[in-house]
Protein backbone atom coordinates (compact mmCIF):
# COMPACT_ATOMS: atom_id res chain seq x y z
CA UNK A 1 0.00 0.00 0.00
CA UNK A 2 1.59 3.48 -0.93
CA UNK A 3 1.03 6.69 0.79
CA UNK A 4 1.68 10.10 -1.14
CA UNK A 5 2.82 12.67 1.36
CA UNK A 6 1.82 15.71 -0.78
CA UNK A 7 5.04 17.69 -1.28
CA UNK A 8 3.49 21.84 -2.23
CA UNK A 9 6.16 23.63 -0.31
CA UNK A 10 3.69 24.22 2.86
CA UNK A 11 6.53 23.91 5.29
CA UNK A 12 8.81 21.46 6.35
CA UNK A 13 8.26 17.68 5.71
CA UNK A 14 11.34 16.21 7.57
CA UNK A 15 9.03 15.35 11.05
CA UNK A 16 6.10 14.11 9.13
CA UNK A 17 8.27 11.42 7.64
CA UNK A 18 10.03 10.72 10.49
CA UNK A 19 6.44 9.73 11.81
CA UNK A 20 5.25 8.15 8.73
CA UNK A 21 8.43 6.26 8.63
CA UNK A 22 7.84 5.10 12.00
CA UNK A 23 4.06 4.27 11.94
CA UNK A 24 5.88 1.37 8.98
CA UNK A 25 4.58 3.67 6.47
CA UNK A 26 5.42 2.69 2.28
CA UNK A 27 5.14 6.41 1.52
CA UNK A 28 6.58 8.78 -1.28
CA UNK A 29 6.67 12.32 -1.48
CA UNK A 30 4.38 13.76 -4.56
CA UNK A 31 4.55 16.78 -6.44
CA UNK A 32 3.21 16.24 -9.12
CA UNK A 33 -1.09 14.91 -10.37
CA UNK A 34 -0.09 11.44 -11.73
CA UNK A 35 1.67 10.82 -8.41
CA UNK A 36 -1.64 11.98 -6.45
CA UNK A 37 -3.52 9.70 -8.84
CA UNK A 38 -2.04 6.54 -8.01
CA UNK A 39 -1.42 6.63 -3.95
CA UNK A 40 -3.62 4.35 -2.24
CA UNK A 41 -3.89 7.43 0.72
CA UNK A 42 -2.78 10.83 0.73
CA UNK A 43 -1.35 12.99 3.48
CA UNK A 44 -1.46 16.92 3.05
CA UNK A 45 0.66 18.49 5.67
CA UNK A 46 1.15 21.97 6.22
CA UNK A 47 2.37 24.61 8.01
CA UNK A 48 1.71 28.58 6.63
CA UNK A 49 -1.57 30.59 5.50
CA UNK A 50 -4.52 29.51 3.80
CA UNK A 51 -3.66 31.18 1.00
CA UNK A 52 -0.08 29.95 0.34
CA UNK A 53 -1.35 26.72 1.01
CA UNK A 54 -4.17 26.96 -1.89
CA UNK A 55 -1.68 28.68 -4.05
CA UNK A 56 1.12 26.16 -3.29
CA UNK A 57 -1.74 23.39 -4.36
CA UNK A 58 -3.15 24.94 -7.52
CA UNK A 59 0.34 25.92 -8.98
CA UNK A 60 1.37 22.21 -9.36
CA UNK A 61 -2.55 21.21 -10.51
CA UNK A 62 -2.47 19.10 -7.60
CA UNK A 63 -5.55 20.62 -6.25
CA UNK A 64 -7.80 18.84 -8.68
CA UNK A 65 -5.79 15.58 -8.47
CA UNK A 66 -6.62 15.50 -4.61
CA UNK A 67 -10.61 16.25 -5.46
CA UNK A 68 -10.55 13.31 -7.92
CA UNK A 69 -8.39 11.15 -6.10
CA UNK A 70 -10.86 12.04 -2.36
CA UNK A 71 -13.75 11.31 -5.28
CA UNK A 72 -12.93 7.76 -6.04
CA UNK A 73 -12.85 7.41 -1.97
CA UNK A 74 -8.95 7.50 -1.44
CA UNK A 75 -8.42 8.06 1.85
CA UNK A 76 -6.96 11.82 3.17
CA UNK A 77 -5.17 12.73 6.21
CA UNK A 78 -4.69 16.64 6.49
CA UNK A 79 -2.51 17.44 9.05
CA UNK A 80 -3.07 21.61 10.85
CA UNK A 81 -3.33 23.62 7.36
CA UNK A 82 -3.53 20.53 5.60
CA UNK A 83 -6.94 20.26 7.13
CA UNK A 84 -7.98 23.61 7.07
CA UNK A 85 -7.42 23.89 3.18
CA UNK A 86 -9.92 20.62 3.03
CA UNK A 87 -12.63 23.03 3.97
CA UNK A 88 -15.12 24.88 1.35
CA UNK A 89 -13.25 28.82 2.48
CA UNK A 90 -10.75 30.16 4.04
CA UNK A 91 -10.79 33.72 5.86
CA UNK A 92 -7.19 33.96 6.92
CA UNK A 93 -6.21 37.19 4.99
CA UNK A 94 -9.40 37.61 3.14
CA UNK A 95 -11.27 34.96 1.43
CA UNK A 96 -10.11 32.42 -0.32
CA UNK A 97 -11.30 29.03 -1.61
CA UNK A 98 -10.91 25.90 -0.28
CA UNK A 99 -10.51 22.13 -1.58
CA UNK A 100 -14.04 21.88 0.13
CA UNK A 101 -13.76 18.20 0.43
CA UNK A 102 -15.86 18.72 3.96
CA UNK A 103 -18.34 21.83 3.81
CA UNK A 104 -17.63 24.73 6.25
CA UNK A 105 -14.91 27.20 6.66
CA UNK A 106 -11.47 28.05 7.93
CA UNK A 107 -11.58 31.13 10.18
CA UNK A 108 -9.80 32.87 13.49
CA UNK A 109 -10.31 31.35 16.98
CA UNK A 110 -12.79 33.27 18.77
CA UNK A 111 -10.69 32.44 22.04
CA UNK A 112 -9.18 34.55 25.69
CA UNK A 113 -6.06 32.76 25.37
CA UNK A 114 -3.45 33.80 23.63
CA UNK A 115 -2.72 33.47 19.78
CA UNK A 116 -1.43 31.30 18.37
CA UNK A 117 -2.15 28.45 20.69
CA UNK A 118 1.02 27.18 21.33
CA UNK A 119 1.45 24.04 23.25
CA UNK A 120 -0.16 20.92 24.44
CA UNK A 121 -4.00 20.71 24.72
CA UNK A 122 -6.70 17.47 25.44
CA UNK A 123 -9.14 16.41 23.49
CA UNK A 124 -13.05 15.44 23.89
CA UNK A 125 -13.47 12.12 21.94
CA UNK A 126 -16.87 12.54 19.82
CA UNK A 127 -16.73 9.14 17.56
CA UNK A 128 -14.29 6.69 19.60
CA UNK A 129 -15.29 4.12 16.52
CA UNK A 130 -13.40 6.17 14.26
CA UNK A 131 -10.41 4.22 12.46
CA UNK A 132 -8.12 6.91 12.90
CA UNK A 133 -8.86 6.81 17.09
CA UNK A 134 -7.89 3.26 17.71
CA UNK A 135 -6.40 3.60 21.07
CA UNK A 136 -6.17 7.29 21.69
CA UNK A 137 -8.72 8.53 24.92
CA UNK A 138 -10.27 11.77 26.07
CA UNK A 139 -7.99 13.40 27.89
CA UNK A 140 -5.04 12.43 25.54
CA UNK A 141 -2.69 15.59 25.19
CA UNK A 142 -1.21 16.57 21.21
CA UNK A 143 0.85 19.62 19.96
CA UNK A 144 -1.03 22.66 18.69
CA UNK A 145 0.24 25.94 16.95
CA UNK A 146 -2.32 27.66 15.27
CA UNK A 147 -4.73 30.53 15.43
CA UNK A 148 -7.19 29.44 13.00
CA UNK A 149 -9.51 26.67 13.04
CA UNK A 150 -11.85 24.31 10.78
CA UNK A 151 -15.87 24.87 11.56
CA UNK A 152 -17.75 21.92 9.46
CA UNK A 153 -21.26 22.60 8.92
CA UNK A 154 -22.29 18.93 9.35
CA UNK A 155 -21.56 18.56 13.70
CA UNK A 156 -20.71 14.68 12.80
CA UNK A 157 -17.58 15.59 10.69
CA UNK A 158 -15.74 16.24 14.42
CA UNK A 159 -13.77 13.38 15.75
CA UNK A 160 -12.66 15.17 18.46
CA UNK A 161 -12.93 18.88 20.14
CA UNK A 162 -10.40 20.43 22.19
CA UNK A 163 -11.46 24.04 23.87
CA UNK A 164 -9.27 26.87 23.70
CA UNK A 165 -10.21 29.40 26.21
CA UNK A 166 -14.01 29.00 26.00
CA UNK A 167 -13.43 28.37 22.19
CA UNK A 168 -14.29 24.53 21.42
CA UNK A 169 -13.32 23.53 17.83
CA UNK A 170 -12.60 20.47 16.03
CA UNK A 171 -8.74 19.26 16.40
CA UNK A 172 -9.47 15.76 14.81
CA UNK A 173 -11.81 14.93 11.88
CA UNK A 174 -12.95 11.80 10.57
CA UNK A 175 -15.71 11.80 7.89
CA UNK A 176 -16.32 8.87 5.82
CA UNK A 177 -12.63 8.41 4.17
CA UNK A 178 -11.83 12.13 4.97
CA UNK A 179 -9.62 12.62 7.90
CA UNK A 180 -8.26 15.26 9.48
CA UNK A 181 -6.03 16.48 12.68
CA UNK A 182 -5.68 20.19 14.01
CA UNK A 183 -3.08 19.65 16.06
CA UNK A 184 0.90 17.96 14.80
CA UNK A 185 0.97 14.34 15.71
CA UNK A 186 4.30 14.41 14.26
CA UNK A 187 4.91 16.55 17.59
CA UNK A 188 2.90 14.66 20.23
CA UNK A 189 5.59 12.30 21.02
CA UNK A 190 3.80 8.84 21.84
CA UNK A 191 -0.24 9.47 21.28
CA UNK A 192 0.56 11.47 17.79
CA UNK A 193 2.54 8.44 17.00
CA UNK A 194 -0.41 6.54 17.29
CA UNK A 195 -2.24 8.55 14.88
CA UNK A 196 0.00 7.57 12.28
CA UNK A 197 -0.48 4.28 13.32
CA UNK A 198 -3.56 4.32 13.28
CA UNK A 199 -4.00 6.44 9.92
CA UNK A 200 -1.33 3.87 8.34
CA UNK A 201 -2.73 0.72 9.60
CA UNK A 202 -6.27 1.18 9.98
CA UNK A 203 -7.72 2.92 8.07
CA UNK A 204 -8.74 0.76 4.93
CA UNK A 205 -7.91 1.88 1.38
CA UNK A 206 -10.71 2.62 -1.14
CA UNK A 207 -12.03 -0.57 -2.54
CA UNK B 1 -6.73 22.71 28.43
CA UNK B 2 -3.82 24.12 27.62
CA UNK B 3 -0.83 23.43 29.47
CA UNK B 4 1.87 24.91 31.16
CA UNK B 5 4.83 24.14 28.72
CA UNK B 6 8.17 22.31 30.81
CA UNK B 7 10.89 23.42 28.26
CA UNK B 8 14.47 21.96 28.99
CA UNK B 9 17.46 24.60 27.47
CA UNK B 10 20.40 23.05 26.20
CA UNK B 11 22.96 25.48 25.80
CA UNK B 12 25.88 24.05 24.03
CA UNK B 13 29.38 24.99 22.93
CA UNK B 14 31.76 22.83 20.58
CA UNK B 15 29.25 19.97 20.63
CA UNK B 16 29.16 19.61 24.70
CA UNK B 17 26.48 20.60 26.52
CA UNK B 18 27.28 23.71 29.25
CA UNK B 19 25.64 25.51 31.49
CA UNK B 20 27.01 28.59 33.27
CA UNK B 21 26.38 31.16 35.80
CA UNK B 22 24.64 35.02 34.08
CA UNK B 23 25.72 33.05 30.73
CA UNK B 24 29.04 33.07 31.36
CA UNK B 25 31.51 30.77 33.36
CA UNK B 26 30.68 27.60 31.53
CA UNK B 27 30.88 24.14 32.86
CA UNK B 28 30.52 21.60 30.52
CA UNK B 29 27.50 18.99 31.58
CA UNK B 30 27.91 16.25 29.19
CA UNK B 31 26.74 15.88 25.04
CA UNK B 32 23.20 17.51 24.06
CA UNK B 33 22.10 14.66 22.16
CA UNK B 34 22.22 12.32 25.34
CA UNK B 35 19.86 14.90 27.47
CA UNK B 36 17.99 16.25 24.62
CA UNK B 37 16.67 12.16 24.36
CA UNK B 38 16.39 12.03 28.25
CA UNK B 39 14.25 14.83 28.78
CA UNK B 40 12.44 13.85 25.72
CA UNK B 41 11.52 10.80 26.96
CA UNK B 42 11.30 11.86 30.30
CA UNK B 43 8.02 14.09 29.62
CA UNK B 44 9.51 17.29 28.31
CA UNK B 45 6.75 19.62 26.07
CA UNK B 46 9.44 20.51 23.77
CA UNK B 47 13.77 21.30 23.55
CA UNK B 48 15.20 24.61 23.32
CA UNK B 49 19.07 24.47 22.06
CA UNK B 50 21.12 27.78 21.90
CA UNK B 51 24.86 27.55 20.28
CA UNK B 52 26.66 29.30 22.43
CA UNK B 53 29.84 29.89 20.15
CA UNK B 54 27.66 29.98 16.82
CA UNK B 55 30.82 30.52 14.73
CA UNK B 56 30.59 30.00 10.94
CA UNK B 57 33.75 27.59 11.36
CA UNK B 58 32.00 25.22 13.57
CA UNK B 59 28.46 24.89 12.08
CA UNK B 60 28.77 22.13 10.26
CA UNK B 61 29.15 20.17 13.65
CA UNK B 62 26.12 22.09 15.20
CA UNK B 63 23.96 21.32 12.23
CA UNK B 64 24.93 17.71 12.51
CA UNK B 65 23.80 17.91 16.12
CA UNK B 66 20.67 19.41 15.61
CA UNK B 67 19.91 17.01 12.71
CA UNK B 68 20.81 14.31 15.23
CA UNK B 69 18.70 15.28 18.22
CA UNK B 70 15.71 15.51 15.53
CA UNK B 71 15.70 12.13 14.06
CA UNK B 72 15.54 10.67 18.13
CA UNK B 73 12.58 13.35 19.49
CA UNK B 74 8.92 13.75 18.47
CA UNK B 75 8.42 17.24 20.73
CA UNK B 76 9.27 20.40 18.67
CA UNK B 77 12.45 21.70 19.26
CA UNK B 78 13.71 24.71 18.78
CA UNK B 79 17.42 26.38 17.81
CA UNK B 80 18.90 29.46 18.81
CA UNK B 81 22.36 30.92 18.21
CA UNK B 82 24.03 32.57 14.81
CA UNK B 83 20.95 32.72 13.02
CA UNK B 84 21.66 36.22 11.24
CA UNK B 85 19.39 35.52 8.04
CA UNK B 86 16.56 33.93 6.25
CA UNK B 87 18.89 31.08 4.24
CA UNK B 88 20.27 30.13 7.80
CA UNK B 89 16.91 29.83 9.41
CA UNK B 90 16.11 27.82 6.66
CA UNK B 91 19.17 25.66 7.43
CA UNK B 92 17.99 24.25 10.82
CA UNK B 93 14.44 24.00 9.80
CA UNK B 94 15.46 21.70 6.82
CA UNK B 95 18.22 20.12 9.75
CA UNK B 96 14.90 19.32 11.57
CA UNK B 97 14.39 22.29 13.78
CA UNK B 98 10.57 23.52 14.09
CA UNK B 99 11.11 27.10 15.37
CA UNK B 100 14.73 29.23 15.57
CA UNK B 101 15.12 31.52 18.36
CA UNK B 102 17.08 34.79 17.15
CA UNK B 103 18.29 37.31 19.57
CA UNK B 104 21.37 39.67 18.44
CA UNK B 105 20.48 39.28 14.44
CA UNK B 106 16.63 40.70 15.19
CA UNK B 107 18.10 44.12 16.69
CA UNK B 108 20.51 45.13 14.10
CA UNK B 109 18.01 44.02 11.47
CA UNK B 110 14.04 44.13 12.67
CA UNK B 111 12.99 43.16 9.41
CA UNK B 112 14.28 39.60 9.47
CA UNK B 113 11.33 38.58 12.14
CA UNK B 114 8.73 39.69 9.41
CA UNK B 115 11.03 37.69 7.00
CA UNK B 116 11.67 34.42 8.82
CA UNK B 117 7.56 34.42 9.97
CA UNK B 118 6.54 34.77 6.24
CA UNK B 119 8.95 32.36 4.55
CA UNK B 120 8.12 29.47 7.87
CA UNK B 121 4.91 30.96 9.39
CA UNK B 122 4.88 33.18 13.03
CA UNK B 123 5.10 30.14 15.14
CA UNK B 124 8.34 28.96 13.97
CA UNK B 125 9.62 32.75 14.26
CA UNK B 126 11.03 32.80 18.68
CA UNK B 127 12.26 36.39 19.76
CA UNK B 128 14.58 35.66 22.05
CA UNK B 129 15.27 38.59 24.50
CA UNK B 130 18.16 38.82 26.61
CA UNK B 131 17.56 41.14 29.55
CA UNK B 132 19.76 42.58 32.18
CA UNK B 133 18.30 44.40 35.39
CA UNK B 134 20.39 47.82 36.09
CA UNK B 135 21.52 49.16 39.16
CA UNK B 136 18.79 51.39 39.10
CA UNK B 137 16.40 48.85 39.06
CA UNK B 138 15.41 49.31 35.03
CA UNK B 139 16.14 46.34 32.26
CA UNK B 140 18.29 46.72 29.58
CA UNK B 141 17.93 44.46 26.70
CA UNK B 142 21.12 43.06 25.58
CA UNK B 143 22.80 40.77 22.51
CA UNK B 144 25.54 38.10 21.89
CA UNK B 145 24.70 35.73 24.38
CA UNK B 146 24.34 39.02 26.94
CA UNK B 147 27.87 40.68 26.33
CA UNK B 148 26.09 43.58 24.11
CA UNK B 149 24.39 45.80 25.84
CA UNK B 150 21.96 48.38 23.77
CA UNK B 151 20.11 50.48 25.55
CA UNK B 152 16.97 49.42 24.14
CA UNK B 153 13.74 48.72 26.52
CA UNK B 154 13.01 45.18 26.78
CA UNK B 155 9.12 45.95 26.87
CA UNK B 156 8.90 48.41 23.77
CA UNK B 157 11.15 45.90 21.92
CA UNK B 158 8.57 42.88 23.16
CA UNK B 159 6.01 44.94 21.41
CA UNK B 160 7.74 45.48 18.56
CA UNK B 161 8.65 42.13 17.96
CA UNK B 162 4.81 41.01 17.69
CA UNK B 163 4.30 43.53 15.32
CA UNK B 164 6.53 42.51 12.82
CA UNK B 165 5.79 39.02 13.74
CA UNK B 166 7.32 37.22 16.27
CA UNK B 167 4.97 33.79 17.61
CA UNK B 168 6.35 33.67 20.93
CA UNK B 169 9.05 35.13 23.17
CA UNK B 170 11.63 33.71 24.90
CA UNK B 171 12.67 35.88 27.48
CA UNK B 172 15.80 35.17 29.56
CA UNK B 173 16.71 36.97 32.61
CA UNK B 174 20.64 37.06 32.38
CA UNK B 175 20.47 38.20 36.12
CA UNK B 176 19.00 35.11 37.33
CA UNK B 177 20.49 32.78 34.98
CA UNK B 178 22.24 29.82 36.53
CA UNK B 179 21.52 31.57 40.23
CA UNK B 180 18.43 28.99 41.20
CA UNK B 181 16.81 31.86 42.94
CA UNK B 182 13.75 32.73 40.47
CA UNK B 183 12.70 34.04 37.40
CA UNK B 184 12.50 38.08 37.45
CA UNK B 185 9.04 38.00 38.64
CA UNK B 186 8.07 41.45 37.44
CA UNK B 187 9.36 41.55 34.42
CA UNK B 188 7.85 38.50 33.21
CA UNK B 189 4.36 39.40 34.79
CA UNK B 190 5.07 42.81 32.42
CA UNK B 191 6.32 41.50 29.29
CA UNK B 192 3.48 38.52 29.62
CA UNK B 193 0.81 40.88 30.00
CA UNK B 194 1.95 43.64 27.33
CA UNK B 195 2.23 41.09 24.97
CA UNK B 196 -0.62 39.36 22.58
CA UNK B 197 1.92 36.11 22.08
CA UNK B 198 3.08 33.49 24.25
CA UNK B 199 5.98 34.12 26.95
CA UNK B 200 8.85 31.57 27.41
CA UNK B 201 10.63 32.63 31.04
CA UNK B 202 14.16 31.80 30.72
CA UNK B 203 16.85 32.08 33.49
CA UNK B 204 17.00 31.42 37.70
CA UNK B 205 14.64 27.99 37.97
CA UNK B 206 15.94 26.87 41.38
CA UNK B 207 12.60 25.12 42.87
CA UNK B 208 9.54 24.09 42.33
CA UNK B 209 8.14 27.21 43.71
CA UNK B 210 9.91 28.89 41.21
CA UNK B 211 8.35 27.44 38.45
CA UNK B 212 4.52 28.04 40.37
CA UNK B 213 5.29 31.95 41.04
CA UNK B 214 6.38 32.11 37.20
CA UNK B 215 3.10 30.46 36.10
CA UNK B 216 1.00 33.06 38.42
CA UNK B 217 3.01 36.09 36.50
CA UNK B 218 1.82 35.11 33.40
CA UNK B 219 4.24 32.62 31.96
CA UNK B 220 3.27 30.20 29.01
CA UNK B 221 6.53 28.29 29.42
CA UNK B 222 9.19 27.66 31.77
CA UNK B 223 12.53 27.02 30.13
CA UNK B 224 14.66 24.90 32.77
CA UNK B 225 18.75 24.34 32.57
CA UNK B 226 20.97 24.06 35.32
CA UNK B 227 18.19 22.29 37.79
CA UNK B 228 17.93 19.63 35.42
CA UNK B 229 21.23 19.41 33.98
CA UNK B 230 23.02 19.25 37.37
CA UNK B 231 20.46 16.22 38.11
CA UNK B 232 18.78 17.85 40.86
CA UNK B 233 15.76 17.00 39.64
CA UNK B 234 13.98 15.16 36.64
CA UNK B 235 11.87 16.11 33.92
CA UNK B 236 9.03 13.80 35.12
CA UNK B 237 9.38 14.75 39.15
CA UNK B 238 8.74 18.84 37.87
CA UNK B 239 5.68 18.14 36.28
CA UNK B 240 4.28 15.74 38.89
CA UNK B 241 4.84 17.73 41.61
CA UNK B 242 3.34 20.84 39.51
CA UNK B 243 0.46 18.62 38.74
CA UNK B 244 -0.56 18.56 42.82
CA UNK B 245 -0.35 22.45 42.67
CA UNK B 246 -2.86 21.96 40.30
CA UNK B 247 -0.92 24.00 37.31
CA UNK B 248 -2.58 22.61 33.98
CA UNK B 249 0.36 20.05 32.96
CA UNK B 250 0.84 17.47 30.80
CA UNK B 251 1.79 14.58 32.64
Request: with cysteine; aromatic share 8%.
Amino acid sequence: MKIALIDYGAGNLFSVERALKFAGADYYLATKPENILRADKLVLPGVGSFSDGMNGLKKNKLSAAIKQAVAKKTPILGICLGMQLMMTTGYEFGTHQGLDLIAGVTNKMKTAGKLPQIGWNDIRIKQPQSPLLKGIKSKDYFYFVHSYVTRPENPAVAAATTDYGGDEFCSIMSYNHIYGTQFHPEKSSQAGLKIYQNFVRNVRPAA
Amino acid sequence: MLTLRIIPKLEVKNENLIKGIHLEGLRIVGKPETAALKYAQDGADELIYIDLVASLYRRQNWINIVKRTARQIYVPLTVGGGIRSVDDAKIFMRAGADKVAINTAIVKNPRLISAVSQKFGCQAMVASLEVQKKLDGSYELYTDSGRTPTGIDPIAWAKKVVSLGAGEILLTFIHQDGTYTGYDLILLEKIAKTVPVPVIASGGAGTIDHLVAAYKAGADALAIASMLHFNKISVKTIKQKLKTKKIPIRI
